[in-house]
């Protein structure tokens, strides 16, 4: 019974200092590639240390460049790069697509889409944070704002 209950107790406290890191390298990254250009189409999740990354990079040399960068940072166990190679438009969007990077650092599990001032939301969070993460995401004035996000 004892036994039980202190595997239990760790299998928590794993998976909270997990969720912590998580957020820890998402913030990390968000707040180093901000101004890169080469992560200016890439989006990117964190779940178990494991960063997802997605979208357009320019050149192949760009995406190598984006997941080595990745790669390098502290507590990252490993890369999915599901990047494609396509042009890269930086237009009006950018300083919302940068302000809306900026919110969802502290949402790991969460990335964003942004096109002609719309902001669509993808991934996992939690249900406690959706009013906050929606509300926060509205005040930055988006056209329009599209959720899929799975809130759990």
Do not use: H, W
């Amino acid at each position: 019974m004892l036994a039980s209950i202190v595997y239990l107790l760790v299998i928590a406290l794993c998976s909270c200092s997990q969720e912590y890191k998580d957020k820890e390298i998402k913030k990390d990254l968000t707040s180093k590639v901000k101004n890169e250009k080469e992560f200016i189409g890439v989006r990117f999740v964190v779940n178990d240390g494991i960063v997802s990354l997605s979208g357009e990079c320019p050149t192949p040399e760009a995406r190598s460049k984006v997941e080595s960068k990745v790669r390098s940072m502290y507590a990252v166990k490993g890369v999915l790069n599901n990047i494609t190679i396509a042009p890269v438009v930086i237009g009006t969007d950018q300083q919302l697509k940068q302000s809306v990077d900026s919110t969802l650092k502290t949402y790991p599990g969460v990335t964003a889409i942004v096109k002609d001032s719309i902001v669509q939301l993808l991934g996992k969070a939690q249900s406690k944070d959706q009013q906050k993460l929606l509300s926060a995401i509205q005040s930055l004035q988006p056209k329009r704002l599209e959720s899929e996000v799975a809130f759990k």
